[in-house]
């Protein structure tokens, strides 16, 4: 079984940057999840369910959603089994709690990692 640990989150002011990490650890019978399965970045919103707004797909192809395209940067590290999530010019509507998963979410949910832009 596959555990997730998202981390990186905090409080940052309007325009700032994160980058928060998605570490898997265990592995599957069919191989590393990263090469295996599409994986995303998830966020939560109070009182929303989770919803992916940034992927990336085995062969590396990225899609974002509207909200964030431009702002955010998915990236990968195969070899250290662990995803990464660039996010620049934050804005307050980017407050909500951050997971990591496959997509669609066939793992285990992580604990998330808070982020928040306030001033």
């Known amino acids: 079984q596959v555990r997730l640990v998202e981390s990186g989150g905090g409080l940052v002011q309007p325009g700032g940057s994160l980058k928060l990490s998605c570490a898997a650890s265990g592995s599957l019978a069919s191989g590393n999840i990263f090469s295996t399965f599409t994986m995303g970045w998830y966020r939560q919103f109070p009182g929303e369910a989770r919803a992916w707004f940034a992927k990336?797909?085995?062969?590396?192809?990225?899609d974002y959603s509207s909200s964030v395209k431009g702002r955010f940067i998915i990236s990968r590290n195969v070899t250290e089994n662990t995803m990464y999530l660039q996010m620049n010019n934050l804005q307050p509507a980017d407050t909500a709690v951050y997971f990591c998963?496959?997509?669609?979410?066939?793992?285990?949910w992580g604990q998330g990692t808070q982020v928040t832009v306030s001033s």
């Open positions: 990336m797909n085995p062969m590396e192809v990225t």
């Open positions: 998963n496959t997509i669609p979410d066939y793992l285990d």
